[in-house]
């Protein structure tokens, strides 16, 4: 069974702090993605980043960086220089990687307020 | 619109009433999902649609709970005799076939059952 685990529920920080949002997930599987998504007060989900687990390279948006490792099967989230509008709840989740149907389990979501 | 659009935004029913909550996915996405956000809780999977028909219904916490997907395309969640239970965030997602990590959510519907 999968299960993806966000172990912060709610993290507050003071704008253009840095933080870092953390995942840990569970599975049997040897290949499988990796997600994040942002749920800004609006509502509506955005996809952020998807992973492949074949590829351990971090990766660097713009003030968003994803740290992936696998030894520890962990896949955190960074957001550097935090701005208010980066206050959202942020889901990391987990699928399969195969082919037709892939279920994709959520974690509870960490709850970002980023202060003025 | 190109989005994953939901109606109606908010709905508000009494106990033991019925409700219908429509989803229109992106055009072409074949797969389609419904999704329960409870208040403070991360996201509960409800069905998932391959065109019409519904290979995982698994997530359906209930015989009150029931979807269709007609024309491969607007999908209906109904929920008879709702429960205060039932409040919640309804949330539909789409997606290309095969493709079903990369989720695209529409803005949800909130209901809430008094």
């Known amino acids: 069974a999968q299960k993806v685990t966000q172990a912060q529920t709610e993290i507050s920080v003071v704008e253009k702090e840095d933080v870092t949002l953390d995942c840990v997930y569970e599975t049997r599987d040897t290949t499988y993605y990796l997600f994040w998504y942002k749920q800004p007060p609006s509502g509506e989900l955005v996809f952020l980043i998807r992973r492949n687990s074949f590829d351990e390279q971090n990766e660097i948006s713009g003030r968003y960086s994803w740290n992936f490792q696998k030894s520890t099967s962990s896949f955190n989230f960074t957001i550097t220089a935090s701005q208010v509008v980066d206050s959202a709840v942020y889901f990391c989740?987990?699928?399969?990687?195969?082919?037709?149907?892939?279920?994709?389990?959520f974690g509870i979501g960490t709850k970002l307020q980023v202060i003025p | 619109g190109a989005g994953v659009s939901q109606s109606p935004s908010n709905k508000v029913t009494e106990k033991g009433k019925d409700v219908e909550l429509r989803c229109d996915p992106i055009s072409g996405h074949t797969a389609l999902y419904w999704y329960r956000q409870s208040l403070g809780q991360g996201l509960e999977f409800l069905i998932y649609f391959q065109g019409n028909s519904a290979p995982d219904k698994s997530g359906l916490p209930s015989d009150r709970f029931s979807a269709e997907r007609t024309g491969g395309s607007v999908s209906t969640l109904t929920i008879q005799r709702t429960q205060q239970e039932d409040s919640a965030v309804y949330l539909c997602?789409?997606?290309?076939?095969?493709?079903?990590?990369?989720?695209?959510f529409g803005p949800g519907t909130r209901l809430t059952v008094t």
């Open positions: 997602a789409s997606s290309l076939e095969g493709q079903s990590g990369w989720q695209y």
């Open positions: 989740a987990l699928s399969e990687a195969r082919r037709g149907y892939q279920k994709v389990t």
